[in-house]
């Protein structure tokens, strides 16, 4: 990618945005399935309903809160430069905490108005990561400033106007869907066009996306996985598992650079924007 100029790989970038978004507002609106909220293990155990999948979030609330002690306590400090550098990763750890409980007020009762405060902080928590990203390999102040301020903002209006919608009857889910699979293609570009990185290596991205596809693969195949388990454990469930493992990879991304596992060509980054 040292052919193209940072002008000329910003344009990619911005153009695989466009698309992406061009293909969806094609659509029709995207109403929420209500059949989304029959869960396949649906059980009521010790007086709680939906049990495995209520009590399957504490994975998303010890790695969110692992991940909060951590930056805090100095353990992670080795991997940044400036304060600035670890807001993406608060926000991030911290939307995580938050899915835990949102997602466990979610499956207590489902109903799209719970939803919507289990699929708030996931949409923050993506948003997070791509800035990120975007900090690393192509601009620290955009992406620890400005542009996370914008992306947390935007996921925020896109769940807003997916529930208001809702109300109005005419259900619509496409912000919502830009934000969960958008950066399944825009993170593996940013990592090709801007191979330079101090915290997030390919390696590391990659397998975050490989949980994340895992967790979507578990959650579609919820009914299917729970025949297979003997009915004791669903795809639903084990899609928490694996979304959190996820999230673990990101605390373990941050480690391996805080303990300075880099090539030193690789610690620049790229200020010109």
Same mark, same amino acid.
């Given at each position: 990618?040292?052919?193209?100029?940072?002008? #000329? @790989?910003?344009?990619? !970038? %911005?153009?695989?945005?466009? =698309?992406?978004?061009?293909? *969806?507002? +094609?659509?029709?609106?995207?109403?929420?399935?209500?059949?989304?909220?029959?869960?396949?293990?649906?059980?009521?155990?010790?007086?709680?309903?939906?049990?495995?999948?209520?009590?399957?979030?504490?994975?998303?609330?010890?790695?969110?809160?692992?991940?909060?002690?951590?930056?805090?306590?100095?353990?992670?400090?080795?991997?940044?430069?400036?304060?600035? #550098? @670890?807001?993406?990763? !608060? %926000?991030?750890?911290?939307? =995580?905490?938050?899915?835990? *409980?949102? +997602?466990?007020?979610?499956?207590?009762?489902?109903?799209?108005?719970?939803?919507?405060?289990?699929?708030?902080?996931?949409?923050?928590?993506?948003?997070?990561?791509?800035?990120?990203?975007?900090?690393?390999?192509?601009?620290?102040?955009?992406?620890?400033?400005?542009?996370?301020?914008?992306?947390?903002?935007?996921?925020?209006?896109?769940?807003?106007?997916?529930?208001?919608?809702?109300?109005?009857?005419?259900?619509? =889910?496409?912000?919502?869907?830009?934000?969960?699979?958008?950066?399944?293609?825009?993170?593996?570009?940013?990592?090709?066009?801007?191979?330079?990185?101090?915290?997030?290596?390919?390696?590391?991205?990659?397998?975050?996306?490989?949980?994340?596809?895992?967790?979507?693969?578990?959650?579609?195949?919820?009914?299917?996985?729970?025949?297979?388990?003997?009915?004791?454990?669903?795809?639903?469930?084990?899609?928490?598992?694996?979304?959190?493992?996820?999230?673990?990879?990101?605390?373990?991304?941050?480690?391996?650079?805080?303990?300075?596992?880099?090539?030193?060509?690789?610690?620049?980054?790229?200020?010109?924007?």
């Amino acid at each position: 990618m040292n052919r193209l100029g940072l002008g #000329e @790989r910003i344009g990619i !970038l %911005l153009a695989l945005t466009l =698309l992406v978004a061009a293909v *969806l507002l +094609s659509l029709d609106p995207l109403p929420q399935d209500p059949g989304y909220h029959r869960f396949a293990d649906d059980r009521k155990l010790l007086g709680i309903p939906n049990l495995n999948d209520v009590v399957s979030n504490l994975a998303f609330v010890l790695v969110g809160a692992l991940g909060l002690v951590r930056l805090f306590n100095g353990r992670l400090q080795a991997a940044f430069h400036a304060p600035s #550098e @670890r807001r993406p990763y !608060l %926000l991030f750890f911290a939307a =995580l905490l938050l899915v835990g *409980l949102g +997602s466990t007020y979610y499956h207590l009762l489902p109903s799209n108005e719970r939803l919507f405060w289990d699929r708030l902080p996931i949409a923050t928590a993506f948003l997070a990561l791509c800035a990120a990203v975007v900090a690393d390999r192509i601009d620290a102040r955009a992406g620890n400033g400005w542009l996370l301020l914008l992306l947390t903002l935007s996921g925020g209006v896109a769940l807003g106007y997916w529930i208001w919608s809702e109300w109005q009857g005419q259900g619509d =889910l496409r912000g919502y869907i830009f934000i969960q699979f958008y950066p399944l293609l825009a993170l593996p570009l940013i990592l090709w066009l801007f191979p330079r990185y101090r915290i997030c290596s390919a390696g590391h991205i990659g397998w975050i996306i490989f949980w994340y596809g895992v967790a979507k693969g578990l959650e579609l195949s919820d009914r299917q996985i729970y025949g297979l388990f003997g009915q004791i454990l669903s795809g639903h469930t084990l899609k928490h598992l694996a979304a959190a493992l996820a999230a673990l990879v990101v605390l373990r991304m941050l480690q391996v650079a805080a303990d300075g596992g880099k090539l030193p060509l690789t610690a620049k980054r790229n200020r010109h924007l």
